[in-house]
C-alpha cells in the first residue's frame, strides 16, 4: 500500500526558512517521481519542485528556483523541501504527491498519489 506521509511547514516572516518533510513506502518499481506541489484557495495546484527518486534528477518551477530546494534520504525514504527566502506569495497549503513513471513532470494530473497537505504561512 503506498503512502506518503508529510511533516513540517508552519508560520514565518519574509525571508526565513521552513523545511517540509515527504516519507514514502509502498513504491516498488524503481521508476518513482516525488513532487511537491501547493495550492492556494482559488487556484490551480502548481507543482515547485520533483526528484527522480532513482537517479536524482531535481526539477523547479521558476517561481522558486535559487530559494527551494528538493532532496532525498534514500535510507529514511524521504524526500525533503528545503524552502529558504521565503515569500509573502509562498502560502498555500503544500502537498507531496507521488508517482511511478518514466518521466519526471511538474503536471498535477500525472500524480496518483498524495499526501495530507501541510500549510506554510509567510507573513510581512
Known amino acids: 500500500q503506498v503512502q506518503l506521509l508529510q511533516s513540517g511547514g508552519g508560520s514565518v516572516q519574509t525571508g526565513g526558512s521552513l523545511r517540509l518533510s515527504c516519507t514514502a513506502s509502498?513504491?516498488?518499481?524503481?521508476?518513482?517521481?516525488i513532487v511537491w506541489f501547493r495550492q492556494v484557495p482559488g487556484k490551480e495546484r502548481e507543482g515547485v519542485a520533483g526528484i527522480r527518486i532513482n537517479s536524482g534528477t531535481t526539477l523547479y518551477a521558476d517561481s522558486v528556483k535559487g530559494r527551494f530546494t528538493i532532496s532525498q534520504d534514500n535510507g529514511k525514504n524521504t524526500v525533503y523541501l528545503e524552502m529558504n527566502n521565503l515569500q509573502v506569495e509562498d502560502t498555500a497549503m503544500y502537498y507531496c504527491?507521488?508517482?511511478?513513471?518514466?518521466?519526471?513532470?511538474?503536471?498535477?494530473?500525472?500524480?496518483?498519489?498524495w499526501g495530507q497537505g501541510t500549510q506554510v504561512a509567510v507573513s510581512s
Open positions: 504527491a507521488a508517482n511511478e513513471a518514466i518521466g519526471l513532470s511538474l503536471v498535477s494530473r500525472y500524480y496518483k498519489y
Open positions: 509502498g513504491f516498488t518499481s524503481g521508476r518513482t517521481n
